[in-house]
């Protein structure tokens, strides 16, 4: 059987180890991976400088999300995982031009210990009663999808929207609670309702329920930066089945084969294919196959992304009172009309990334609300950046290094609807025989849901008959 995985990131590129195990256990299978650009990872990209490990893309993964550390067990590269620092967990907003910490016992955006609450300069104190009565909810089941917003509104009041769900959101999505699905987007939150109407009593319970050992690092990476993954993965594959600078321009049905059309117009047979790019090029690929379907695909809407790195000399580093420099790093509602979203203190978060006498930080720009951000010259973006973080940190140094990463249109954005759209996809892709599509466009856009859905997807491609 001969299998096409059109897109080397980190989705492709699981499916193709997958294929490539069940290659080496005896299956008659061969695959060819097509990538348009000149490298594999996608957006995974690790770059080191001046001693420092700059991420480019992801720089790590949620710890309870299993994919990602069963394929380095599968890999053999465990003893490689690092868990984050969390001794430094603390994560600032800014608020009013100030950075205030987020209250302890918050839950991602669920208030979970009273005194931390109840003082926090965080919310006005109207937030702080309709959090008191949210404890009291009743067990709702909601009709229907409705955005992020509108249900943080709902059991908490427009301000947690604006100081902790958009910016979270938009940290995790690069996009704006307000057009976010909850059914997609928080989809625990939904059944926390439903079960027991407060958010905060659910979250209590679940908390309760958790093993005593259960104290794992929130974020796992690897020692060497997230390339590190991708690097593995690629050692395993068959380097004569990997086709890179080789993008691929449409895809054809011809009896029950599958055509792949590349760049330089040689066409290639295959008995299935794995489509694993963003969803806006598997519609373009797809268009002529089946126009429904493409037309499906291409209405997710991805956002784009700029992120920058600065190295710092320690002893420069002149962050005004201190205390933030103590943290994970901080988020910036767009209340706050900054440009920057947030700001990771690498050096705290994962301390081995910066030498001692080094301070590493990352900083985000862009999203749905501000994709423009994508088009300023290097020098904008630096001096923008600069300009805020004294701002924000009274930071004045100038930076040893900064490197810049402009990611367009690689955030999927999960918009109310998207959960009856994927549906929709899935029915009339399950019309194709052999079709198997994997990415961040359909139920998760996070690195070991990406991987999962590569891993699925080329075991649904041998399944099918
Ligand atoms: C800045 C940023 C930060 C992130 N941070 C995190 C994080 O900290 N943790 C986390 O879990 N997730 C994070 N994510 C999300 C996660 O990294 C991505 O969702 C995931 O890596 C996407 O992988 P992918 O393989 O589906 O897509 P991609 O990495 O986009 O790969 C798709 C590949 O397809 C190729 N391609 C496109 N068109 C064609 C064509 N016509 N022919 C051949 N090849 C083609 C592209 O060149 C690309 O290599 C982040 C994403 C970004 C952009």
Request: proline share 5%; charged share 25%; aromatic share 8%.
């Amino acid at each position: 059987m001969k299998i096409a995985i059109i897109g080397g990131g980190i989705s492709g590129l699981s499916a193709a180890f997958h294929l490539e195990r069940r290659r080496r256990g005896g299956a008659d299978v061969r695959y060819t991976l097509f990538e348009s650009s000149d490298r594999l990872g996608g957006v995974m990209r690790t770059e080191r400088v001046e001693g420092c490990l700059i991420e480019a893309g992801p720089d790590s993964f949620l710890s309870e999300k299993q994919s990602a550390a069963d394929l380095c067990r599968e890999l053999g590269i465990a003893d490689q995982l690092v868990g984050s620092n969390d001794a430094h967990r603390r994560t600032y907003i800014l608020v009013k031009g100030r950075l205030v910490e987020m209250p302890d016992g918050l839950q991602f955006m669920v208030p979970t210990k009273l005194w931390p609450t109840v003082m926090t300069p965080l919310f006005s104190w109207e937030t702080k009663l309709r959090m008191a009565r949210e404890f009291f909810a009743k067990p709702h089941t909601a009709n229907g999808d409705e955005s992020a917003a509108a249900f943080i509104e709902r059991h908490f009041g427009p301000e947690v929207v604006d100081r902790l769900a958009d910016p979270l959101l938009a940290g995790v999505y690069g996009g704006s609670a307000e057009r976010l699905s909850v059914r997609a987007v928080l989809p625990r939150f939904l059944d926390m309702e439903a079960k027991y109407g407060s958010l905060s009593r659910a979250m209590l319970a679940a908390m309760k329920k958790r093993p005593a050992n259960g104290a794992r690092p929130i974020f796992t990476s690897m020692k060497d930066g997230m390339q590190q993954l991708v690097d593995a993965v690629v050692a395993e594959l068959d380097p004569g089945a990997i086709r890179t600078s080789s993008r691929v321009m449409a895809l054809g049905r011809e009896g029950g084969d599958w055509v792949v059309l590349r760049q330089d117009s040689t066409a290639v047979r295959f008995d299935r294919v794995i489509v694993a790019t963003p969803g806006y090029i598997a519609a373009g690929l797809l268009r002529s196959v089946e126009p429904r379907l493409a037309s499906l695909l291409g209405e997710i809407s991805y956002s784009s992304s700029v992120t920058v790195a600065l190295g710092y000399a320690a002893a420069g580093f002149d962050g005004r009172g201190g205390k933030q420099e103590d943290g994970f790093g901080f988020l910036v509602p767009r209340s706050e009309r900054k440009r920057l979203l947030a700001c990771t203190f690498v050096h705290n978060k994962f301390p081995h990334r910066a030498p001692e006498d080094r301070l590493l930080l990352r900083v985000f720009l862009g999203g749905s609300h501000d994709p423009a951000a994508l088009q300023l010259g290097d020098e904008e973006i630096l001096r923008t950046v600069r300009d805020e973080l004294q701002q924000i940190l009274g930071l004045t140094a100038e930076p040893r290094f900064s490197r810049i990463y402009r990611w367009e249109r690689s955030m999927a954005q999960y918009e109310v609807g998207h959960l009856e759209r994927v549906a929709e996809i899935e029915r009339l892709r399950a019309g194709l025989p052999g079709l198997a599509l994997a990415g961040n466009a359909y139920r998760g856009i996070g690195v070991p849901d990406c991987i999962k859905s590569g891993l699925d997807a080329a075991a649904e491609c041998l399944r099918c008959k």
